[in-house]
């Protein structure tokens, strides 16, 4: 079933505190701006939870399709650090991804800033049911007669 | 510690004994894609059961092998990869294990050894494959050779659950080898260990002394 919306963009407003969704009405064609006021919501509460009640929320989960909850989980983010005084310089410092950290070592939250930024790599390359060309069971061979040995095997072979 | 061990029975392992039901578990660090993964391979039909009491996802799913109907089990961590380590529970009378890295970080590929090493600890002979995942980032990693594994002689598969490649054929394979590692009679290696598991569990009881409760589990 498709939905009647698809979201092309969201956002924060700072005040009051809400998520904004651009999205684009699929009968008319017509781009719309929807600004959902985020409610229960302060700097103590759990991102994670908000982003889950508000991607199953019944009046705004049509419009949500499209965007993930790691997304919208990064939208509170977002305005929990602004509601605890941080600046959206911080915040968004924050998500950068340093591929040598070790995200076992991350707190929730701290992970959810990460998962947040990758998932946008993700969304960019993903391949959705409704694409013309999807494939289910997508088989590609990378069986090559000849491979560079990875860099990664080279330093010390501790254990591999 | 009853407590915690009366709620892990509560998932009922004793069902993976039958013969039309596996358990398959997924390993490997934080934000790999391992959950992204279960999902591109189960699409819409997927309703995780999330414990997280126990930092675990339960993925459930249908599958045919050959001319049989299988429940398959797909066991998934939800954060508890954070404590480097997974309760013994996660790998008791697991069938098959998915093991996912991300090309994108070395050091979840480094990290294998470790994951690899606590798997064999609980299952030492159960079937295992090596998942590099996010391909779709950078094509160019499938022209290296990743040789982690290799020595084992598992099965090594470049994916992306973002686009799809290789997920299905890598989930559809891992089950056919769970469902083989349960069939084949041949293969008692588990049931040894489980019998010298229960063999020093009474003995311990014996000496009422010290007690390793974890191996109460098996």
């Known amino acids: ?34 600004v959902i006021p985020v409610r229960n919501f302060s700097k103590y509460s759990d991102c994670n939870m908000a982003a889950e009640r508000l991607k199953n929320h019944p009046r705004h989960r049509d419009y949500l399709e499209a965007v993930t909850q790691s997304q919208l989980e990064k939208l509170h983010i977002i305005l929990k650090d602004h509601m605890q005084g941080f600046s959206l310089v ?32 993700f969304e ?20 090559k007669p000849t491979t560079d040995r990875c860099s990664w095997d080279d330093e010390s072979d501790d254990g591999f | ?37 279960m999902e591109r391979f189960l699409m819409d039909q997927y309703r995780p059961q999330q414990l997280s009491t126990y930092a675990l996802t339960l993925y459930k799913h249908t599958a045919t092998v050959g001319s049989k109907t299988v429940t398959v089990d797909f066991w998934d ?28 970080r070395k050091i979840t590929y480094k990290n294998l050894s470790n994951w690899y090493k606590e798997l064999r600890e609980y299952r030492p002979e159960i079937p295992c494959c090596v998942v590099a995942n996010k391909i779709d980032a950078d094509l160019k990693v499938t022209q290296r050779s990743f040789n982690f594994g290799k020595k084992q002689g598992l099965p090594f598969y470049f994916v992306s659950a973002a686009d799809g490649t290789n997920v299905v054929k890598m989930f559809r394979e891992m089950i056919k080898r769970a469902v083989d590692y349960k069939q084949n009679p041949s293969d008692f290696m588990d049931e040894v260990l489980q019998e010298l598991e229960n063999f020093d569990l009474e003995k311990k009881e014996d000496n009422s002394g010290e007690e390793d409760e974890l191996k109460v589990e098996s």
């Open chain 1, 1 to 34: 079933m498709q939905m009647p919306f698809e979201a092309k963009r969201c956002g924060v407003q700072f005040s009051p505190p809400s998520i904004v969704i651009i999205y684009e009405h699929k009968e008319t064609k017509k781009v719309r701006k929807r």
């Open chain 1, 90 to 121: 911080h915040s968004l410092a924050s998500f950068h991804l340093d591929p040598d950290e070790d995200l076992n070592k991350l707190s929730d939250e701290e992970l959810a800033r990460k998962k947040g930024q990758m998932d946008k790599l």
């Open chain 1, 124 to 143: 960019k390359n993903r391949r959705h049911t409704a694409d013309p060309n999807f494939v289910y069971d997508l088989e590609v061979d990378f069986t």
């Open chain 2, 1 to 37: 510690m009853a407590g915690d061990l009366g709620g892990i029975s509560e998932l009922d392992q004793k069902k993976y004994d039958a013969d039309e039901q596996v358990k398959i578990i997924c390993l490997g660090d934080s934000a790999v894609g391992k959950s992204k993964l």
């Open chain 2, 77 to 104: 961590t939800a954060g508890q990869e954070r404590f480097q380590s997974m309760h013994p529970s996660y790998y008791h009378k697991a069938h098959a294990c998915i093991m996912v890295f991300d090309v994108q």
